[in-house]
């Protein structure tokens, strides 16, 4: 079985859309969004992208490029994880902030 990546806390990635839609399905947690990305050194993920990363993505296409941060809080005795994502224009490699909604709790790449 391939080694599972998963997004490191506070260290930015900047990943590249391989298609213009995820794929949706329907699991026992609820709805997920599987993108197909690909990292500076171009290799290729799946990533299964929050709700609150979804709504933010959802509107770029193939080639579209992000750069995606986790973050964590903890909140009493709960951890609370955030994403920031900032959407990366071709030509000049210019970010843009994308506000986020809501604070998740998974955030993971294949």
């Known amino acids: 079985m391939p080694e599972r990546k998963k997004l490191e806390l ?3 990635i900047s990943l590249e859309l391989l298609f213009d839609e995820p794929m949706v399905g329907q699991s026992r947690y609820g709805e997920y ?4 990305v690909k990292n500076g050194s171009n290799t290729e993920y799946s990533f299964f992208a929050p709700d609150d990363v979804h709504q933010r993505i959802k509107g770029m296409r193939k080639g ?12 009493g005795s709960m951890i ?6 900032k959407a990366i224009t071709q030509p000049a490699q210019q970010t843009k902030q994308i ?3 809501e604070p998740q709790k998974i955030a993971r790449l294949c």
């Open 10 to 12: 506070n260290r930015p």
């Open 99 to 101: 506000s986020p909604k």
């Open 64 to 75: 579209d490029r992000f750069e995606i941060t986790k973050t964590a809080e903890q909140k």
């Open 33 to 36: 969004y599987l993108y197909a």
């Open 80 to 85: 609370l994880t955030k994403h920031e994502i």
